[in-house]
């Protein structure tokens, strides 16, 4: 009888182990299930900081001066950005057709601006503070901004 209260004892002993296994198990599981949400919590928070800083412009008419200012934004955000998935292009439409201001890409950027408030290098597609632009953009299938396109009125 002494044998059999011992066997008992040790198939509990045995028993209890596997159940702090187990519950050790989902502890770590539900944890993990935690660290996926706060990481799609965070990458929708980054995406909504990108594209506030740019909203307030999209589908409207504005001044050359704040395509300026536009422009001067969209280089220091790209500037600053290490995400290649967050970097943006910036499109000039004019009369003479398309031409591109910033390509992230080929780090070509048409940023100077002389006396005449002219934003880009001689012979280049220019922002002028006289004309208006009606401003528009485009988002990424993951909901963010990679395309401006300032098209000229």
Do not use: W
Not at 10 to 26: D, E, Q, S
Not at 128 to 134: A, D, L, S, V
């Amino acid at each position: 009888m002494e044998n059999a209260s011992k066997a008992l004892l040790i198939a509990g002993a045995i028993l209890l182990v596997i159940a702090i296994i187990a519950i050790a198990v989902g502890i770590v599981s539900s944890t993990r299930g935690t660290i996926g949400v706060a990481e799609n919590q965070i990458d929708s928070i980054t995406v909504q900081m990108h594209n506030k800083q740019f909203e307030s412009y999209n589908k409207k008419k504005i001044t050359g001066a704040d395509a300026k200012e536009l422009v001067m934004q969209v280089l220091a955000y790209n500037d600053s950005t290490k995400n290649k998935e967050l970097k943006i292009y910036l499109y000039l439409v004019n009369l003479n057709g398309s031409d591109i201001l910033i390509d992230p890409d080929s780090d070509v950027y048409y940023d100077s601006v002389d006396d005449n408030g002219v934003l880009g290098d001689p012979g280049q597609s220019s922002i002028k503070y006289g004309n208006t632009y009606n401003c528009t953009m485009t988002y990424s299938s993951k909901g963010v901004i990679n395309n401006i396109s300032l098209i000229e009125n």
